[in-house]
């Protein structure tokens, strides 16, 4: 139950972020995607802002000796080059966010706004999942 509170609590800080950097309005992101247009480089600092807390993080994970024997090594099962799937895959998404100018995450978080579009994308995007597990069932 305490993790189950945590995975909260990250959920809404990560939804509350979303919510700051405004990468919960479609055109925003469009903006930023515009390099030849009116471009709005202020979703570049969202990224960057993102990064540095990354590194920061794994820093003082590694920092701690306990974290660091927690920390699981990647199994043999899981592919760790760049792929034709990968490289699809990768395609697929930014040829949908440039067009939607949806991702993921502020999709989701887009849903409590009640624009059609949100849900549009939702759906497409689970759609998505659906015929991925569909190809990849073994």
Known sequence: ???????????????????VAGMSNPAKVLAFLDVAGAWDPSLALVMASALFTLGVARYLMHRNHEAADREQEPSAAVPMGIDGKLIAG?????????????????????????????????????????????????
Do not use: D, E
């Open 1 to 19: 139950m305490k993790n189950t509170a945590y995975l909260f609590a990250y959920g809404l800080l990560f939804g509350f972020g979303l919510i």
């Open 90 to 138: 990768a395609a697929i998404f930014g040829v949908g966010w440039g067009l939607s100018g949806f991702c993921p995450g502020p999709a989701l978080l887009g849903l409590t706004a009640g624009v059609l579009g949100n849900y549009a994308f939702v759906a497409a995007m689970f759609a998505g999942f659906w015929v991925f597990r569909l190809l990849h069932q073994r």
